[in-house]
């Protein structure tokens, strides 16, 4: 086209079409953003942010329970569940305003309520509006998958985006999958009263993680009350006699799990099968997703995407991530363009203790044939964590053996979430333990379990021959 109405239409206004937008108009082009539901996308409605409330309630109503380890009198915790969802709601409206279209329009962004349909190339519709641009972004985001299981169509099943609707607590919760959303509700519902199973396929949750992560949280959910049914399929759905049932295959036989409320948690799939992209030939994955290059190019060259309709990582924060170079490399990629960068992606799941990761595994180590080193300090140790009644959980960096050259760190554990970061600027800009060994951290902190395992990483690599030459020169020295 000779002219287009605007430089980038964005379609989707979760994390990653929202960062786009940003970026885009911070450089004065034109951009659209189109959105068919609420501004904030899975994040701010129904994902991160929803949940992260609930958890916080949670982890309150343990402390009460706790009271007395703290020095308190005793009390009875009566969790009102209406108040708090209410109070779920009420974090959603204080942080609107960040996403909000009143501020993205003030900030140079044009907003559309609508479903955005891609005509060409070059050509967004919007209801009856066509919208001409240079280049495109797909930001659509995901949603919860539910598996065909028989007799589950006919429960009134909960996913992350209806359970926010409850207003009445489950007295028996079923929680199909042991991922990081299933793992996160288990708790939560928990501790705020409910008699929770959580039903995994697999033969461990958070089956991402090494086996000591899995082992270490599955036997705290167990002496919370959870019941983790691991390698225990689920096969169908039925009422019987006014029940509630779910029928389940394991190595033990076949397993009965009574219920009233079913939350589905077994992962997410890619909003793309309503968008007929293969029309204009943008191919998929098997899995659905986007297939896009290594500047997040389709394969029409000034259509992009980023988010979880692409992936391979599905988190906000990996989404914004994506969208600095999507936006770029749409407006900027004839003159230069930048491969996007998933050399230090870190993840969390906000479980009490919270479990944190940056780079490598354990098991990845081993997969890849790596000659790697595991260094482990264990966060009972830890003045700060005794004091605060936390007092569990560990540090684990994966090394290569000898060097302290940091390829991946898991941390299970208080604000496991929030000391992750250091390992993240580390990694980012190549610094390793010694690094991390020599920089002071306050006493008493958390963070001083980084310094702490780097100080256990160095103990296990000492110069042994040196140390003994050392420990003649000081005999000699003392005469």
């Excluded at 450089?27 to 991160?48: A, F, H, P, Q, Y």
């Excluded at 009445?168 to 299933?182: E, Q, Y």
């Excluded at 077994?266 to 029309?279: E, F, H, I, S, Y």
């Amino acid at each position: 086209m000779a002219k287009y109405e605007a430089n980038l239409v964005v379609i989707g206004a979760g994390s990653g079409g929202l960062v786009a937008s940003l970026i885009a108009a911070a450089v004065k082009s034109k951009v659209v953003l189109i959105e068919r539901e609420k501004m904030g996308g899975d994040c701010l409605n129904t994902g991160c942010v929803p949940s992260k409330a609930l958890l916080r309630s949670a982890k309150i109503a343990n402390y009460m329970h706790r009271a007395e380890e703290f020095g308190l009198e005793s009390v009875e915790v009566k969790p009102v569940f209406k108040k708090v969802m209410q109070r779920v709601q009420d974090v959603i409206k204080a942080i609107e305003p960040h996403d909000s279209v009143e501020r993205f329009t003030d900030l140079g962004v044009e907003c559309v309520q609508g479903e955005g349909e891609i005509v060409d190339p070059h050509t967004v519709r919007v209801g009856e509006r066509l919208i001409t641009t240079k280049s495109i972004i797909i930001s659509t985001g995901a949603r919860p998958f539910v598996p065909p299981i028989t007799g589950l169509d006919s429960m009134s099943y909960l996913t992350s985006d209806n359970v926010w609707d409850l207003e009445d607590l489950p007295k028996r919760m079923v929680v199909l999958g042991g991922g990081p959303i299933g793992c996160e509700l288990s708790q939560a519902f928990s501790k705020l009263g409910s008699e929770v199973t959580i039903v995994e396929m697999m033969d461990q949750l958070m089956g991402r993680e090494d086996d000591d992560v899995a082992t270490h949280i599955t036997k705290k959910f167990e002496s919370e009350g959870i019941s983790v049914l691991t390698q225990h399929k689920a096969v169908k759905f039925e009422e019987r006699e006014g029940q509630n049932i779910l029928h389940c295959e394991s190595p033990q036989g076949a397993v009965e799990v009574p219920f009233d409320q079913v939350l589905v948690a077994v992962g997410r799939k890619p909003n793309t099968d309503q968008m007929d992209l293969a029309k204009h030939g943008i191919k998929l994955r098997r899995n659905g997703t986007i297939e896009t290059d290594e500047y997040l190019r389709t394969e029409v060259p000034n259509i992009f995407a980023c988010g979880d309709v692409t992936g391979p990582y599905q988190f906000t924060h990996t989404a914004s991530h994506q969208a600095w170079f999507a936006t770029v490399n749409a407006l900027f990629g004839f003159a230069k363009k930048f491969k996007v960068d998933y050399r230090v992606i870190p993840w969390a799941t906000f479980t009490m203790p919270e479990v944190a990761r940056v780079g490598m595994s354990e098991r990845e180590a081993k997969e890849q044939k790596l000659d790697y080193q595991v260094t482990k300090y264990g966060i009972d140790d830890l003045d700060r964590a005794i004091a605060d009644g936390e007092a569990h959980g560990f540090v684990k960096v994966i090394t290569p053996r000898g060097k302290d050259k940091i390829l991946g760190v898991t941390i299970v554990g208080h604000h496991a979430g929030d000391l992750i970061a250091e390992y993240v600027l580390a990694m980012k800009y190549n610094l390793g333990l010694n690094k991390i060994l020599g920089t002071i951290h306050l006493y008493p902190s958390l963070a001083e379990s980084n310094k702490f395992v780097a100080g256990v990483w160095k103990r296990e690599n000492q110069p042994h021959g040196l140390l003994k030459w050392v420990e003649k020169f000081h005999s000699w020295r003392r005469g």
